[in-house]
């Protein structure tokens, strides 16, 4: 159990976390005041590690990487809703997906050397985090360029999308493809990452499916996983 004043401060920390997750669709909220929240995020993760190393908590690395990582991603996050908004450079976002994704390759190192206790409690899904982190990579100019975002969107809209799916099913109708479909507008769209994704597979799919459509070795190893997510989603629903 940790003393009473880390409780306290790791409670102020995680309520300064979660102030992004609800606020980040909510562009009433601008980039400067994301940005101050983040300083004030910064000095209490400061304190917090501070106190943490005095006390002598276990697996101390592995804590701040993780501390850390929440706190960026959580910015990231709402810098990219925001990323059309001109207020905040290409370079930047690039910069800050990169810093994120070493922090979270050094807790899925740190993660496997830590302490039974800390393995429950400290370990996120490392691989998903630094996967959603190079589709955001990928996919950065879409965040910023409204018109092309839009145009995406319009371009989905009228084609439903699922462009690798039906490259690889081989039909827009194909029974896994409308899982697909129903799963992306049921769930997907439903939240910010969600729609993130969404929005970066929109931008680099269409010239990907013409791999998936031409090469078979690729068609068949991606129908492998495809199905797999199908029965899974299917399972869900």
């Not at 920390?13 to 909510?26: A, K, N, V």
């Not at 084609?159 to 409308?178: F, Q």
Request: glycine fraction near 6%; include cysteine.
């Amino acid at each position: 159990m940790f003393p009473p004043q880390i409780q306290r401060c790791a409670a102020e920390y995680q309520e300064i976390q979660m102030r992004f997750l609800r606020f980040q669709d909510d562009l009433s909220v601008s980039v400067p005041e994301i940005l101050e929240w983040e300083k004030e995020g910064e000095e209490k993760f400061n304190e917090l590690r501070e106190l943490s190393d005095a006390w002598g908590a276990p697996d101390q690395e592995l804590g701040h990487a993780t501390g850390e990582a929440g706190l960026r991603m959580g910015v990231l996050m709402a810098l990219l809703v925001r990323a059309d908004q001109g207020l905040i450079s290409r370079e930047e976002l690039l910069r800050r997906i990169r810093h994120t994704k070493s922090l979270y390759s050094e807790c899925q190192r740190l993660s496997g050397q830590a302490n039974w206790v800390n393995q429950q409690y400290l370990v996120v899904d490392y691989p998903k985090r630094l996967e959603e982190l190079t589709i955001f990579e990928q996919g950065i100019d879409r965040f910023i360029n409204r018109d092309s975002h839009a145009s995406a969107q319009q371009s989905s809209q009228n084609s439903g999308g699922c462009y690798i799916a039906t490259a690889v099913y081989g039909s827009y109708d194909d029974p896994s493809v409308l899982v697909l479909r129903q799963f992306r507008d049921e769930k997907l769209q439903t939240s910010m990452l969600g729609r993130v994704f969404i929005r970066t597979y929109y931008a680099i799919s269409p010239p990907l499916a013409r791999h998936f459509s031409s090469v078979q070795w690729l068609k068949i190893a991606s129908k492998k996983v495809l199905d797999r997510i199908v029965r899974s989603v299917s399972r869900t629903q």
